[in-house]
């Protein structure tokens, strides 16, 4: 088989891709028939270094053999129960393992299968909270320019990336955003968090000077911003923003599906930061991308605040046919042990200088604008051609392919963040690679 080339035996019309430019796909596909390790392994027998954790989720590697016992055991055991109304004992175990290691006192976990259903729910959350704290009238949700927040209509209202949003004219009433913190006249090329830009967490002001404080929710935000091209946040903004929330009794919602689960070297980026929010979203890392599987985090002042009784009356009217489904939990559960023993959610931070050192070495290659890291995360931004935003990008990102390297493109970004189990010579591999492609795209 040539590069490129698909078994004949493949069909590729009906699968309607996500995300995906399809008629482009499909035109030349690229597609992994296995992975282990660090690496996939394509139908054409090549292998290529994960620079991505497949989508910022298979945090421990692939292939992990304890995961796929315990999704075994469990589908031979217990192949699903009701949450609603009933359970099952490794729900609760899975949400206990999931508190000891959660942001100090965020240890209330409702759980759905997905980022997006961890959006919605926590957004839900926050307004039901409001109401039964007497605070009816704020029903504003806020969210920031060029965030990501999945594509449920919450999300995606709160979102704020303009292609996500613009074909789907029926957003969430109500929603507002602060402005991003991008801005590469002042922070291209900084090592680590920005310098510049803590005020711009002052545009919550703004926005409560419009709308009043009296009638916004929740603010959610991802700490750093990944799926616009991996950007961390200005040194002071998020403890700016935590303050600012508090001063107006606003919630704070993290966004920390991509950044839970140890990718900036702790076990979440509240804890790497010294932010707590009110909530915070998982999804991703949580079974090491094998289980679909989500979790939003509550604070013990929002549970406590919705379980006002009486006895008899259900809390919250919301949840998932597959709230905390047995084999996610098992797969949850057995990904928290592997974490666990080998360290994998603080082995980030002895990587994050080796990452970032071998990260601006790109900074002379032609087109490149920016380089952005924090913890395991890292993106190389190229200059748009003119009239074609992320055309140069996506050829980037093909040619790495080509050539042994998968990574996520955002528009003109490169973003990466492979599986906390890298070694060096993996990151120098993964940049040599796209150095190369880099110079040869031009
Ligand atoms: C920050 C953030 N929130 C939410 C989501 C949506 O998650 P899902 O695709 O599992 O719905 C993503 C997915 O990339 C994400 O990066």
Known sequence: ?????IPNTLQIDSFWMPFTANWQFKSAPRLFESAQGMHYTTVDGRKVIDGSSGLWCTNAGHGRREIAAAVERQLMNLDFAPSFQMGHPLAFEFANRLAEIAPTGLDRI????????????????????????????????????????????????????????????????????????????????????????????????????LHGAETIAAVIVEPVPGSAGVLPPPK????????????????????????????????????????????MTTAKGITNGTVPCGAAFASRKVYDGLMTGPESQIELFHGYTYSAHPVACAAGIATLDIYRDEGLLTRGASLAGYWRDALHQLKDLPNVIDIRNVGLMGAVELAPRKDAAGERGYEVMVDCFTHGLYLRQSGDALAMSPPLIVEHSHIDELVSILGDAIKRVA
Do not use: W
């Open 1 to 5: 088989m040539t590069l490129h080339q």
């Open 110 to 209: 409702f759980f759905t299968n997905s980022g997006s259903e961890s959006i919605d729910t926590a957004l839900k959350i926050a307004l039901a909270y409001q109401r039964a704290a007497g605070q009816a009238a704020r029903t504003r949700l806020i969210g920031r320019e060029r965030g990501y927040h999945g594509v449920g209509f919450g999300g995606m209202s709160v979102g704020g990336m303009v292609n996500n949003r613009r074909a789907f004219a029926t957003h969430l009433p109500g929603v507002d955003h602060i402005r991003h913190t991008h801005d590469l006249a002042r922070n291209a090329f900084s090592k680590d968090l920005p310098e510049h830009g803590a005020e711009l967490a002052d545009d919550v002001e703004r926005l409560v000077a």
């Open 236 to 279: 002071g903004y998020l403890q700016r923003l935590r303050q600012l929330c508090d001063k107006h009794g606003i919630l704070l919602i993290f966004d920390e599906v991509i950044t839970g689960f140890g990718r900036l070297g702790t076990p979440f980026a509240a804890q790497y930061f010294g932010v707590t929010p009110d909530l």
